[in-house]
């Protein structure tokens, strides 16, 4: 019953493997993005999307968004010509302060858009968007709050604890090592808990 994938051209072959998975299943969503540099040229987010379709196996992309708030005004303006093609449906921002959104969502609201998404990390252990009013902003002008690390790479499962823990050399190792995965374990045996009842 999964039918919305997320994905951007930065985690590496992701378009590519979930693109070549869902070729006979058209009824599949994808979520991806553009990701600004700084260094790129005018139409570097349509060739970015036109990339990220030839990958993906799509005519169109659900949702798509700017993955980082660099130069919010420029990029935000570049989603207006995109939407207007059809090439994408809901247009989104990624990573972005309360502040950084109502920006976005003023660019659009002057060329007669709206922001369709916005998506941040967001977990029991991580849930600054809350306390910084931007899920009740996303409520309040229906644009759809878009969760990512909802389980902190792991970290919140049974996979990981600190006898089984993350490669030391990874970044998950280095962000969740064996002490803080000991400090998790009596949220980890709540949460087992509650999925057990």
């Not at 005519?59 to 935000?76: G, K, L």
């Not at 089984?164 to 064996?178: E, L, M, N, V």
Request: hydrophobic share 40%.
């Amino acid at each position: 019953g999964i039918n919305i994938f997320d994905t951007s051209p930065s985690f590496g072959s992701g378009e590519n493997s979930l693109g070549r998975a869902s070729q006979f299943n058209k009824s599949v969503s994808f979520s991806t993005k553009f990701v600004p540099t700084g260094l790129q040229r005018k139409n570097a987010m349509k060739k970015s999307l036109a990339a990220s379709m030839r990958e993906l196996g799509a005519e169109s992309i659900d949702f798509y968004c700017i993955q980082s708030p660099a130069n919010v005004e420029r990029w935000t303006a570049e989603l207006i010509p995109l939407m207007d093609e059809g090439l994408i449906r809901f247009a989104g921002v990624a990573n972005h302060s309360l502040s950084q959104i109502i920006r976005a969502q003023n660019v659009l609201e002057e060329a007669g858009k709206s922001l369709g998404f916005v998506q941040n990390h967001y977990s029991l252990l991580s849930h600054e968007e809350k306390d910084d009013g931007i899920i009740q902003w996303c409520k309040d002008n229906g644009v759809l709050f878009m969760s990512y690390m909802v389980l902190e790479q792991g970290a919140l499962t049974r996979r990981y604890s600190s006898q089984s823990p993350f490669d030391p050399a990874s970044f998950r190792g280095k962000t969740y090592t064996p002490k803080v995965l000991r400090a998790l374990r009596p949220l980890k045996l709540l949460m087992r808990k509650i999925a057990e009842e």
